[in-house]
């Protein structure tokens, strides 16, 4: 069965700066799709990114970007100029067939 | 916008009662799903339905189903509610056409339910 890692489960960045999720996943296939989704406090989950196996272009969307490396079966999730906004549990997600989250990373903006 | 709606923010019941989650999205997706939510576990697939009437075991079935009678509603069913179903429970939906695996999905607020 596919599983997704996130082996970060509290990250912390100051306002401005850059921080980077990781998140790795195991699988067979060689179709799939990856998904980051942000869950902020008290607030309802939304997509953040998301990026297609057969695109090797790493999807990008405002400040948010992603090194997808296919190979290392790696996905990890690029913040710029983080936000206060930003603070929020951050899940990466694993789409074929099914869908797989990992267990979150929380992330907090320090001012 | 797309609006998902769950039927109650927190819920409270006792072991062994049978429990009715709901789940409205106002935006005529074919996919619904439901979720729990469990510190370090992240989000497991309990059920899942790509039509009316139709559904799907996800990782963690056992306990649980599910009802779709409408294409806007999905509804979870707790038959026996137990004391490890305390957790928080999300409902999500996606359009099916195009390419489906592809598509976001978008979900409701959640519902924390304590079984005691």
């Known amino acids: 069965a596919q599983t997704v890692t996130q082996s970060q489960p509290e990250m912390s960045v100051q306002e401005a700066e850059t921080v980077t999720l990781s998140c790795t996943y195991d699988t067979s296939e060689s179709d799939y799709y990856l998904f980051w989704y942000k869950q902020p406090p008290s607030r309802q989950m939304i997509l953040v990114i998301r990026q297609e196996a057969y695109k090797q272009q790493n999807a990008t969307e405002n400040r948010f970007s992603v090194n997808f490396q296919k190979a290392a079966k790696s996905f990890s999730l690029k913040i710029s100029d983080s936000q206060l906004g930003d603070a929020a549990m951050y899940f990466c997600a694993y789409r074929n067939n099914d869908m797989r989250f990992g267990a979150g990373t929380r992330l907090t903006v320090k001012p | 916008d797309v609006k998902v709606t769950q039927s109650s923010r927190y819920l409270v019941k006792r072991t062994g009662e049978k429990v009715f989650l709901e789940c409205v999205q106002d935006?005529?997706?074919?996919?619904m799903f439901w979720y729990r939510q469990d510190p370090g576990l992240g989000l497991r697939l309990i059920y899942f339905s790509y039509d009316v009437k139709m559904k799907e075991k996800g990782d963690i079935p056992e306990g649980y189903s599910v009802s779709r009678e409408k294409k806007e509603r999905f509804s979870l069913i707790l038959e026996s509610a137990s004391t490890n179903q305390t957790s928080m429970y999300l409902c999500a939906s996606s359009f099916l056409g195009g390419l489906s695996f592809y598509n976001e999905q978008f979900f409701g607020p959640g519902t924390r339910l304590t079984v005691l």
């Open positions: 935006m005529d997706h074919e996919n």
